[in-house]
Structure formats: C-alpha cells, structure tokens
C-alpha cells in the first residue's frame, strides 16, 4: 500500500527521451551515417537501450545527460512494453550490483524489486540506470563507429570490440561456475 503523498509511477510507464549527444549517438548506432550500410549495428533504438546499460556497467562507464547539441531520440511507452521483462531485469540487475561494497543487501534488493511503482524511493536506482544507459551508449558509439567512414572500418570496429570484451570477459566465469549456479537455480 502506498502513502498518498508518494508518486506512483511503474517503471518503464513512460516515454524514455535520449537528449543531446547521446540522442545522435543512439540514432548513429542504429543508423550509421555511412549510408553504405544497409541497416545499422542495432535493429531499433531500444535495442540500443537495452544493451547499453550493461555495456556501461561492465566497463563502469557512466554519463550525464547532455543537452548541449539540439537533438532527441524517443522510446515509446508501446515499444518499450514490447520488451518490458528485459528491461526490468537490466535495471534490476544494474541497480542490484550497484553499490556492493559500500550497502547493505537489503537496501539494494529494496530498490532493485520493491521500488518499482514509487518514483520518490526509485528516483536513486533510476540515476544509476540512466547513467549507465548513457555512458554505455557513449562507450559502444566509440568503439563502433568513432571516426569511422567506410563499410571496412565499420566492420573492423566491431571485430575489436568482440575481440576486446572477449579479452575483458572471458575469466570472469568458468564453466565449471556456470554449472554451480545452475545447480542452485534449481534447487
């Protein structure tokens, strides 16, 4: 039950709006501006928010909004119900490992689960989130096209990004951690 002086708003239950850099940055990865290519790294720009935030996490890469060049890009509600199960375990997760160290478990499984509906409690998982998006927009826009012009070098850039997280990535987990957590899933 909510008190009545707390904002109820279910999270994803708005237009999401990429303002300024980030927008152009969004558009360029689902659209390059190399008209060569026929369709960009990304379908949609939802795809492009849906990885972003992990992309950001992962290299602890956050950013501000910027409204310094006039431009936006939108995410409608009806396109982000497509994907809303996905989007909250993003956020989830994102918010979660948020703050290990330095908060109790309760506080971030609070925020991360029971937050969800109230805008005032979510407002500091909500930053976090929106921080991440940006900053992995930020990061995948580097390393996908930068100064990039041609179909080759578009090509090159995604190679040595795959490259490089596998690099990054590939002990964070062995598969024999992947089976135990199976296992616990299971139980």
Known sequence: MCNRDEKVVPLFSKTVVITGKHAQYMKA??????????????????????????????????AEADNSIADDANIFVE??????????????????????????????????????????????????FNEYVLGGIEFLYEKLIGEST???????????LVDSFNEDFKESFSFDEIGELSKLSSL
Do not use: H, W
Not at 31 to 45: A, C, E, Y
Not at 91 to 120: H, S, T
Not at 151 to 160: G, L, P, R
């Open 29 to 62: 990865l689902a659209n390059p501006f190399d008209t060569n290519l026929k369709q960009g790294f990304f379908k949609r720009n939802l795809d492009v928010y849906l990885i972003a935030p992990i992309i950001g996490k992962l290299y602890g890469r956050k």
């Open 79 to 128: 396109t982000l119900n497509k994907e809303i199960e996905n989007l909250r375990f993003n956020y989830r997760l994102i918010v979660l490992l948020e703050d290990r160290n330095d908060e109790e478990l309760e506080e971030r499984c609070n925020r991360a689960f029971r937050y969800d509906k109230n805008m005032d409690k979510r407002q500091y998982g909500d930053k976090i």
């Open 150 to 160: 041609s179909t080759d070098e578009f090509i090159e850039n995604v190679y040595t």
